[in-house]
């Protein structure tokens, strides 16, 4: 079983900065893909972010210069810092995840999701 918890979330002001972070535990063999998403009121979720273990990253237009995924795989934690936050950026932000818990089982693990709220 994998567990992923997240932090970071709460309420900022327009142009801020939050950094949210999301860290894996439990049967982990590696980790794949690591990656947030976001869910606002009234709209689907959408990818915001995500970063392979290659290396390679992802980012759905609308972050895109304002927002930096990055990943620590030693610490099995991956991180999203979101610069110049706007409104239309409040959400509940989800952390996803690509577990491998042996060389050929995948899990796709989802954390409890975090609240970003940006006002004034």
């Known amino acids: 079983q994998v567990q992923l918890v997240e932090s970071g979330g709460g309420l900022v002001q327009p142009v801020g900065s939050l950094r949210l972070s999301c860290a894996a535990s439990?049967?982990?063999?590696?980790?794949?893909?690591m990656g947030w998403y976001r869910h606002a009121p009234g709209q689907e979720r959408e990818l915001v972010a995500r970063a392979t273990s290659g290396g390679s990253t992802d980012y759905a237009d609308s972050v895109k210069g304002r927002f930096t995924i990055s990943r620590d795989n030693a610490k099995n934690t991956v991180y999203l810092q979101m610069n110049s936050l706007k409104p239309e950026d409040t959400a509940v932000y989800y952390c996803?995840?690509?577990?491998?818990?042996?060389?050929?089982?995948?899990?796709?693990?989802w954390g409890q999701g975090t609240q970003v709220t940006v006002s004034s």
């Open positions: 996803h995840v690509v577990v491998a818990t042996s060389p050929r089982s995948f899990m796709n693990t």
């Open positions: 439990g049967s982990i063999f590696s980790l794949n893909e």
